[in-house]
């Protein structure tokens, strides 16, 4: 099984509705993140988290909202898709302690808002 | 603020060439971290390699090394002897500091082809 897993990977919404994008991991890792992909802008964040106790808006939050239900599981919710949030989410997590903190990704969502 | 700048969207390369992606940033911080990731066409990000800014010597991981130039803020991703599986997306990405608490961001990437 994947480290870091995200479900679903792929969604097709309506406009309007609600949808929760789930990640879990089995890295035991503290901190967790969920990204945007979008077309020539890179990965943006959205939000993190760096214990259950401990959510942070990122630099692109509105829209968004998350949840940290366990060490492992971070899920990130549109609570009314628009159709400028059709984008590939990736959710990341990192140690506390190590080299040089680098992430795990997850394999990604593909959301489509039609 | 933090910022990383990749200026080559795209970029197309012999097989076997060597190729150099660009890599710029901009930061106020002594202590940071430079990261590449590939990102293969099935979308997964893969680590690539690391730099920190207090390494003195350039990091290398097999046939990608990082050409890193503190004073002028660069950190180039050299691939040697180009395969056609390294056709991809490539992020240079930054951590701004050595904390764990601090976020990594992403330039816009590098869409690489190999040519056969």
């Known amino acids: 099984d994947a480290d870091v897993t995200q479900t679903p990977r792929n969604r097709i919404t309506k406009t309007g509705k609600r949808i929760m994008l789930e990640c879990s991991q089995t890295?035991?890792?503290?901190?967790m993140y969920w990204y945007r992909q979008d077309p020539g802008l890179g990965l943006r964040l959205i939000y993190y988290s760096f214990d259950v106790k401990d959510i942070n808006k990122g630099e692109i939050s509105d829209g968004y909202s998350v949840s940290r239900q366990a060490q492992a599981k971070f899920s990130l919710s549109l609570e009314s898709a628009i159709p400028n949030q059709t984008a590939l989410y990736f959710c990341?997590?990192?140690?506390?302690?190590?080299?040089?903190?680098?992430?795990?990704f997850g394999s990604g969502t593909r959301l489509t808002v039609v | 603020a933090q910022k990383i700048t990749q200026t080559q969207p795209g970029m197309f390369v012999q097989e076997k060439e060597a190729v150099t992606l660009d890599c710029t940033y901009d930061?106020?911080?002594?202590?940071?971290?430079l990261f590449w990731y590939k990102q293969p066409s099935s979308g997964e990000m893969i680590f690539l390699i690391y730099q920190g800014s207090y390494d003195e010597q350039n990091a290398t991981e097999g046939r990608y090394s990082l050409n890193f130039q503190k004073a002028r803020k660069s950190a180039n991703l050299v691939i040697s002897a180009s395969q056609l599986g390294d056709s991809a997306m490539y992020f240079c990405a930054m951590r701004e500091g050595y904390s764990s608490a601090s976020k990594i961001i992403f330039g816009s990437g590098t869409r690489l082809s190999i040519r056969p």
């Open positions: 890295k035991g890792h503290d901190r």
């Open positions: 990341a997590t990192s140690a506390r302690t190590g080299t040089h903190y680098g992430y795990t």
């Open positions: 930061t106020s911080d002594q202590s940071y971290g």
